[in-house]
């Protein structure tokens, strides 16, 4: 694996799960949340459409449908071709926005990259049972970012959003 400038140094990566599928109490956006496999002391809140939010909940219910979904589709098209989904790494976010990208193996043992948006990767590896991998800048840098710039801690510092927000403001969905 190489870093942004190719020098093939690997990046810190964290395993890490879905733990919960929430709406945002402020923007009515839904939220994924992902925990280190480990410790489950590192989370990323990722906010994502609703279509891909059923998608993720779906699978998490293990809910089956008549006729595949997209995800389920893609997941057999992968398979079909002979190709399977090694991993998702989330590797960046730039400008309040999530970059992804999914690792295919081929039969030959070749590794694909595939770009994609956070929640497609996340709906994916969670059909396919592949891992979720997130970059340490990435986690650090989402739990600065905050949305709710009316919370302020004591030493003016804001809060993060995870920090920020009640047990009671989550709720809907909980692993």
């Keep these: 694996m190489t870093n942004a400038n190719g020098s093939g140094r690997r990046r810190p990566m964290l395993d890490m799960k879905v733990t919960q599928l929430t709406i945002d109490p ?14 489950e002391k590192e989370a990323v809140p990722i906010w994502i459409g609703i279509s891909e939010a059923s998608a993720i909940a779906t699978e998490l219910e293990k809910i089956s449908l008549e006729r595949p979904m997209t995800h389920d589709l893609l997941k057999n098209i ?56 997130v970059a340490r800048k990435v986690i650090d840098q989402a739990n ?4 709710r710039p009316d919370v302020a801690m004591a030493d003016g510092e804001e809060p993060g959003i995870l920090e920020a927000l009640d047990d009671e403001d989550f709720g809907k969905w909980k692993m």
Excluded: Q, W
């Design 144 to 147: 600065r970012m905050d949305k």
């Design 26 to 39: 402020l923007t009515n956006i839904p939220i994924v949340i992902l925990k280190d496999c480990a410790s």
């Design 78 to 133: 992968i398979g079909e071709v002979g190709v399977h989904v090694d991993r998702v790494e989330v590797h960046d976010f730039k400008d309040d926005i999530f970059y992804a990208t999914i690792y295919l193996l081929g039969i030959d043992g070749k590794e694909i990259k595939v770009d994609s948006r956070p929640s497609d990767a996340l709906a994916l590896a969670l059909r396919c049972g592949a891992r979720i991998c």
